[in-house]
């Protein structure tokens, strides 16, 4: 391509299929934002994944002037507290590529670091929107550029168009499409001209009707060289990034139901218009040459995959290499160390078996269980338990997907009463639905424009009570909204009803084929097909947090943002199921007429675990629930106390009643630390890591290859909770990196908007990812950046074979967003997948 | 002397003084600070308590001055200030509860403590001295106090704007309350509250002096740029560039300093019939400006600062058509509401997942309002009996209870929908009962705790106090209708209407324009490299 500025103003104007690319490609690099009712992780490096880790890092830092790795201090102190050592540089020097300019000893890597930081040098091939160089001309003030105008003017359009019930009086062109719904508003709209935007209205009235015309005729316009569009309409979605990613969710959304959206692209049309209204008010000279030095720079070609430009960047990725080598380095050793042969015996039959979400915040509990008896084992398994359902709470008549968001609910389960009349669930149904009527009547006395004066004056008064209740953690600022409207000894009985009926004219529950069906694969992927106990609990999770906007972000991941609790009781009730049972029998798996499984949940927030439908358990199992609730209960003090030192406590006799009081604080913006520190992923029977204190960063998942003949489950188990780990492994990392962009920033500011999502302050972008309260203390970061390291007990052509046929697993190994090991038979870590499928070996460590 | 014994009072500002000021050198200084500042509002609360107490049994109690020539230093204690008091002891105690937790961790959760301990000293000084003169002094060191909490997190660019937004407001006000009070001293001879009060309740009785009217309305002016009145409201929608305890502090406490001027000076203010009428009328346009624009916004805390802006604004009618007693109650009221809805503004997203809508369709029963004018009037009725007030006997107290009946029609209204249900419907009218029963009692109640407190409230004065009264009544009537009429089709086109509301007609806008300018100037002023600075500010006048 000729780079001189001649040929490049007179590129062609880019034709329709080239455009409809770049545009996919920049909105493809978008991430999707889960909203707050149903925050899940998800990995702000999406839309990268098909790019190695440090072109990301090259293109970030080129692109967007974006870090994504820690700064220099944290890696220099590192190095001083021998967290990282010599040979982990060693490591990471060997596998550095010819072309990076970078030391290659470890001297003078040492000496590099205590050298003064290189200012980064310009990029060449920066791609700077219009608003970058007003930013730039102004000073870096954004207030004089009118960029941070454009910003707050996009998002606040954006919360009254994706309103999520916030406003009374909503947005009226929202029935609209964004792009057609945003021109009908800004022709009436005066605010940029009143802060001195001259003839906004008038030139979104000339803009095409169409935004991907409007897109083209602005590109046209603008002159931007045709190598550049795409990069040009990304940096342009940055700007607005948190919005473009709630954009992207919906896209995400309609496309797992097979539909087409493009609000994303709308919105970026949008957004370049925004551009094109402030280009259109400068036609000074410092303007002029300015735009023009900038789109000859955008044609030049970038060289992100050569990185030789900036030995700052080199050195801080060598660095980093050297910081997860050194992790790696501490939990092989432990794993080859402490890992315990399984016994070829045949095992003795347990009392209890446990099975827990793999969340890493189930490691510290199990282990914990572990250490309260002998009689019992554990395993790990996704928290949805392998059950895709809708769960309908009663009096609702739809209900929120309680699966991994990869995946759509394949059943419709609705909430009902243990052991009542169809006619006295219907009065429970219908007095729900009553009492919420005559809330919402009050509600909406409360806010209204007059009737809220004459609602402060009289109730007013009351609220000292409030303040001083919920400052003393009497009350919960609102009522729960899981049991809102519901009488007290209605919702002890409240239960998942599994089968068939109907609801609002939809079919519910399950027949009993697919309850066999759903029963045997569940059952497989557990690896769990034999030598059952006598009390199998399946134990989902959830928090108890208040005031929280982000409390769904700490519930299970895998039941899509929502507690655990109706995937538990519905695995457990199928499986209790005498036909089931038989069902099962016929194909090979006999589970014992004394086996009785039971569904529970988990509290991470306080690390109690509630026993759901105790009422149906058969006498004959009394004395061991008996035992079984002993166990909890010391296991969840155990716990407690292990979490304490991390959560700032003193492990003493009133510990437990802390914790407790910190889960009903509503000023408590740090109630527990989520999966902060998680780190690996480790996918091996239970008895390779008991003895191991895992320190609750590692993912558990059971997986025993000798029971899985054709593969599917490791397939399974490398595409679906792999990934999703990742997902929660990199938004972690991103959020501790550069909270400014991947995080949301300081919860004290935090400002819910448009009930989906936060802003920080009173105006500005949406943000994503997790506050900075999640991720740090207030004196040091207490989650520590690293990928995934993810260990796998499966003989290595196995996992080649799915690495081969699975493009989107492929690329995040092979570009180094993943790290992977394979665990041999003898628990050793043998092995390293390198890429394209070759893997080398792990040499063993002693350490000296 | 037993009046001495009022002087320990003075503990309440006067802990949070030494909790704002001791030098903490320690390691773990934000604890121990916590500490402090809990104690000192342990203290300020229980002092304020026991004044109340005081002035319960003893009356009002105005101690001996320390100054000469009506100016200096005393306290004085009336129900009015014994409320005030112990309502900020009250909410500045729990803030500081809050904030333990919510902002531990923040490398200045120290420095915050010192900063909330002196606003709130900074007030109840300004709300118990007994003297002009100290009050303005509380009143510039308050705005002070303030401007520094908005810089909490100082690299936030809408932080610096909002805090350089109010700085000039509040010069504007603290320069109408100096002349305020230097013409009350030309008038009286003295900036002593007893003799104050006095003087003026003379000369209300006997002539209207030029001096004192402009007196009135300087006060008046202070007041209202205080209070974030239209079209001056701008910085109150931007405080939530600090941490959410501040804005529970500015929004129940702080921002009550100007309805505070001007119930301490009522009987001053009354003299004026100007005076009145533009807190009247101000406050009116404010109240409706407010509540109409905090429909169409967005996010929670910008909805609570126009809820704010829109109750400040009633607060100032009340106190222009000189229903004081409510106006005092409608301080403490909204005080504690609005502390609590902004330190509770992050259960927002637990309130909307309970908040799912039950019915079919959403659509409101056609003839809703009809039926709930007559539930009303049958409510109002039998209120009426009890409250008793006429148009020309209390224009105040008509005027309220005329927003009363539109409140109470907009809750019934609130209750019939498509398929009207005698469970809803039945329970709607006797939350409309109780919401009346409550109201009335109250509004009884404080006539009775502030009987000596305020001059006596004059009946109808004027035409032009008819004419507020019947605008304001109107006006409040069709925002109410409008509001039930929002979800029909024909509200639905109103694009330019509502690009108007939203955007609060764009007066914050404008003035954000301008005091940008003069954020630019400095900069310049600073930093002679910026030509650019210049052509775009240029580019902006043309």
Redesign the interface.
Known sequence: MNTSPATCNSDPVPNRAALDRAISEACQRIAPLWPLKHFVAVNPFLGFADRSFHSTCAVMHRVARVEMLMPREFYTRCLATGEIKDRDIEGALLKTPANWRVPRTIAEIRAAIECPQTQPEQHAAHVATVAEILDALAGGDRNTSRVAFMVDEISKWCAAYFDDGASAWQLPSRDFAPYAAWRASMMHDRNPEVMGIRRFRAIVATLPVDPTETIRAIIERLRVPQRAVSEYLYQALLDISGWASYARYLVWNSELYGKSDTTLLELLAIRVAWGYALFLQRDDHAFISAWEAAMRDAASIPLDERLGDDPELCLRLVLQDAYERAYQRRIIERLSLESVQPSSAVPTRKTLQAAFCIDVRSEVYRRALERTSADLSTLGFAGFFGYPIEYVPIGHIRGGAQCPVLLTPKFTVREALQGESKAKEDAVFYLRRLRRRVAKAWKSFKVSAISSFIYVETFGVSYASNLLSDNLRLTRTVSDPNTDGLDPSTIKRLEPQIDPGELGGRPTGFTAEQKLIMAENALRAMSMTGNFARVVMMVGHGSTTVNNPHATGLDCGACGGHTGEANARVAAMILNNAEVRSGLRTRGIDIPDDTWFIGCLHDTTTDEVTIFDRGEVPASHEEDLAAVRAWLQRAGSIARAERATRLGLAVDNSLDNKIRARSRDWSQVRPEWGLAGNAAFIAAPRERTRKIDLGGRVFLHEYDWSKDSDFSVLELIMTAPMVVASWINLQYYGSTVNNRVFGSGNKALHNVTGVLGVIEGNAGDLRTGLPWQAVHDGTDFVHEPLRLSVFISAPIAAMNEVIAKHEGVRNLLDNRWIHLFAMDDRGQISYQYDRTLNWIEVKQISDA | MITDLVWLAFLAPLSFAVAATVPIRQKNSAALRAALATCAAAIALLTSVGAACWVGIAGRTHTGLIGARGIGFDLYLDALSAAMACLVA??GL?II???????????SQSRFFQLLCAALACVLVLIICGNLFVLALAWIVTSLVLDKLLLF?PE????R??ARKNAMIGRLSDVALILGIVLIYRSFGTLDYTRIFSASEMALATHNSATLNAAAIALVLAALLKSAQFPLHGWL?????????VSALLHAGIINAGAFLVLRMSSVVSISDIALDTLAVIGAIT?LFG??V??????????L?Y?TI??MG?LMLECGLAAFP?AV??I??????K??AF?????????????????PSEKPHPARILISIVAVLAVTFVMSRIAGASLLDKPGVFALSA??L???I???A??I?ERP?A??LT??IV?AFL?AG??FA?QIGMEHLMIHTFPFAPPLRSIADAVIVIFVVLT?GS??FF?AS?STSA??????L??????GF?VN??L??MV?RT??RR?TANDN??T??E???M????
């Open positions: 009250f909410v729990n509860l809050f904030s333990r937790n919510y902002l531990q961790g923040d490398p997190y936030r660019r809408a932080a704007l909002a929608l931007e405080v939530m560039e600090t941490p959410t305890p109240g509540s109409i905090m429909l169409t916004q967005t996010s929670i805390k910008v909805r600062a809820s829109a109750q009633f409510a109650l409608h403490v009221a909204h005080s504690l509401y502390a609590h330190l509770s503004s992050g259960s927002v997203i637990d309130l909307a997942r309970a908040s799912w809508i039950p019915s927003i009363v539109l409140g109470l907009d809750l019934v609130n209750g929908d249900n469970y809803v329970r709607v939350l919401t409550v109201f109250l409040f925002i109410t509001q929002l509200v639905k086109r109103w694009t330019n509502y690009a108007i509301v939203a955007n764009y806008t404008l954000n324009r940008m954020l630019i900069a490299t910026l650019i600075l052509v775009d500010d580019a902006a006048v043309r």
